[in-house]
């Protein structure tokens, strides 16, 4: 059955949040966030090599970052390295992955992961993987982690759960929105809640019947190319027609209206380290309740800060409390953490300003 | 007579409270400082050209920054560079480079000069010098350029004026060390105190003269070396005695005791670039008041801050307000501009805990 378990590892974002640490040209996924000499994409493909055959892995990244693929996953087959010539999204990039691995495995299961989250408790990460392809296995179910939650966090979607559909999955009765505090304390106290991790199992074969019924102009694009995924001729198809999928999620597109979708509740350690400050507050601090990680800091007053400027570096501060102070040799960014919504803005600006040198 | 005129620049100091743009390895005085494509030496240099034969200007530093004036300065005959084998403060510094001077020109008249103080008004240096040295030259006098202050400035020594002797030089009634803000208001509107800009002039036998007088131990270190001076015995003497100097301010040791002291007042723009703050007052300020100097700023909701990252770097921060940002590639300080005395201490600090590599 094994052989049949398909990986799919999205990572063509831009992780602009995380700008300056994270860049244009070698977004978060390829940075070794933790300092711990993989980045967060080879953390992925490490977690999920001992779960489905190596040959199984399909990575979808924009064009531009092919290089960084085949620099950081050496392994990988070129013939699953699927290159988009745009960016849309995560609906038309799981489409033409569930595509592609239907054309070569009809039978095919696979789960798609985005590739630039922290994930802890491997084995525990490895059992709910085991069970949910299990389950997809033997159900038309499109299935999706939702991760236990710890704190009232307001920046994650929530998923409500149902009916129990056998142990440890539940139908999905909502998706919700990032809900205010007072909302996620209320989710958090409930027990009815998990976080939605983006992490999603099914059938190829389901995936693609979901697509047909709730996204159609999707699955008629990609329909014209029937015979060609996974031939020669994929490229040039893709290349042709990729660009006119609009740009949608998956959640959106599909999650959110189907009605055979599950959640399995899991337990492990889960951050989408989606903001300097989930990095923050998800990482082990120092007696200053400084988040360093691998640089050399001295800090004086100062508390409630992450530091990210390399492990060669040495950062020296005083008086600066709750900040990011993120640096990149050519990029210095010291920002509250309280105003990190507007790096992307920032971004915007010095763009504007310095043209695309910085981004 | 202009061929009996020399010139002294002094620059062995270590520049420590602008760490870490200013290092051990290159002291402020060796730094582009002001991105003006030369360096405050070199901008010393250059001021004094005109009135002195090149040939007479004479370079006292630190042994270990011998390549640096080589480097910087190529045209100093080898002849005129003086190495002091270690830091002993002005007054031994200022009595070896009079004796050098002496035995090659007993007739010597010589200015005394820090090298990384910034000097704007150059054509009125040059008519001040002149005039100072059209002094001394026909006086037994040691004069001192006293800098008609232009604000209540607590970080720099003042000196009283007495009667005048001729046309804008006066006797030294007091010296004054760095006053507090209700006097330094005082001192300003009473028009009786000019600032200690710490350049001198005088015949080399007239400071030989008052060494033996009010610093004998210093006299009777290098009167042993009489004969020497000028040699190619010189570098050896001064290796084997040099250290055993006591560390002492001319200041200290002459110009606070003589009777024959002498104040030139000035009136070109003069800033000892002693401190951060020093140099943010007096350095073009931006809409946001900020100092940016050649360093690629994007500042949001920050004001009053200096930043210095070079010309290549971006920099970009939000809600900072009245701090130093300095960053040198290695090491990067925010420190408030008012907390900038501690800087000599986490100098130190750095040193215990990551040892030599930043500083």
Known sequence: MASHRYCVIMCGGVGSRFWPYSRENRPKQFIDFLGTGRSLLQMSYDRILPLVPKENIVVVTNARYAHLIREQ????????ILLEPARRNTAPCIAWAAYHIAAMDPEASMIVTPSDHLITGESIFADSVARGFDFVETHDALLTLGIKPTRPET???????????????????????????????????SGEFFWNAGIFLWKASSIIEALHRYDSDLTTLFDRGLGVFGTPGEKEFIEHNFESCPANSIDYAVMEKAENVYVECVNFGWNDLGTWSALYDNSAKNEQANVAGDTRVLAYESTGNIFAAGSEKLVVVHGLNDYIIADTGDVLLVCPKSEEQRIKQMVTDVKLTFGDTYL
């Open 73 to 80: 996953l050496p392994d990988i087959d070129e013939h699953n």
């Open 155 to 189: 920046g994650y979607g929530y998923i409500q759960i149902g009916r129990e559909e056998t142990e440890g999955i539940l139908k999905v009765k909502t998706f919700t929105e990032k809900p205010n505090a007072d909302l996620a304390k209320v989710f958090l106290d």
